[in-house]
């Protein structure tokens, strides 16, 4: 299975998402940041990947977040963008009639 892997590191909360070819969710982690960019990156991995299937073949990584440089360093990101056109990207990916996003973050709200 291939899958593809997306990295939210912001200042309140850090999530992970894997999405197979079908752009359907396998996997997903949900952790607190506490201050700990670094630390919450290196934990979600670790977390994610006990969730993924074994056969799994990461095709591609992209981070997002306000720590989105320094999780691109730890990862190898194939992809860094900030989270505002990560949000409009994805959400027009899904409700492609949309006009307005609300985005409520811990560093931009």
Excluded: C, W
């Excluded at 939210?8 to 396998?26: Q, R, Y």
């Excluded at 860094?80 to 985005?103: C, D, M, R, W």
């Amino acid at each position: 299975m291939e899958a593809y892997l997306g990295i939210d590191v912001g200042s309140v909360t850090t999530k992970l998402a894997a999405l197979n070819e079908g752009d359907e969710l396998v996997a997903h982690i949900y952790l607190p940041t506490q201050g700990k960019p670094i630390k919450m990156t290196q934990q979600g991995l670790k977390q994610i990947k006990q969730q993924l299937p074994q056969d799994v073949s990461i095709r591609g990584v992209a981070t997002t977040g306000s720590a989105r440089y320094l999780a691109g360093v730890i990862v190898g990101a194939d992809l860094v963008k900030n989270e505002i056109t990560s949000h409009a990207v994805g959400a027009l990916h899904y409700f492609p009639q949309g006009q307005t996003i609300i985005e409520i973050g811990g560093q931009d709200s």
